[in-house]
């Protein structure tokens, strides 16, 4: 099992989220011209939100199939452009029917 305590792990995504942000505005004194710079700046936050949430979502379930079912229902109901609470609402309901079952099951 993994002993490094929890903290340790905040103050490091912390850490690189803080310096993404503030070495920019440190090191370029002038403006950002370059759309591909701009573009990969601009989607640095949710591709940190990615990385941080989508592992958890399987690491939260005692069965892969309910978390890849919970994960299956979250994204369609985000394209379908449902508020973020029904998307959560759902795939929560999901993953909890998924589990119900098979426990039954087994």
Same mark, same amino acid.
């Given at each position: 099992?993994?002993?490094?305590? %929890?903290?340790?792990?905040?103050?490091?995504? &912390?850490?690189?989220?803080?310096? #993404?942000?503030? =070495?920019?505005?440190? =090191?370029?004194?002038? $403006? /950002?011209?370059? $759309? %591909? #710079?701009?573009? *990969?700046?601009?989607?640095?936050?949710?591709? !940190?939100?990615?990385?941080?949430? /989508?592992?958890? /979502? *399987?690491?939260?379930?005692?069965?892969?199939? @309910? &978390?890849?079912?919970? *994960?299956?229902?979250?994204?369609?109901? &985000?394209?379908?452009? $449902? @508020?973020?609470?029904? !998307?959560?609402? !759902?795939?929560?309901?999901?993953? %909890?029917?998924?589990?119900? /079952? #098979?426990?039954?099951?087994?």
């Amino acid at each position: 099992m993994n002993n490094t305590p %929890f903290w340790l792990y905040l103050l490091v995504m &912390a850490g690189v989220t803080y310096l #993404i942000r503030m =070495l920019p505005m440190v =090191l370029l004194k002038k $403006r /950002i011209q370059n $759309r %591909f #710079i701009l573009s *990969f700046l601009h989607y640095i936050p949710y591709t !940190v939100l990615s990385v941080m949430t /989508i592992p958890a /979502i *399987f690491a939260a379930t005692s069965y892969r199939l @309910s &978390a890849w079912l919970g *994960f299956l229902a979250a994204v369609v109901m &985000a394209l379908c452009k $449902r @508020s973020l609470v029904s !998307v959560a609402a !759902v795939s929560c309901c999901v993953v %909890f029917v998924t589990e119900s /079952i #098979i426990i039954r099951c087994l």
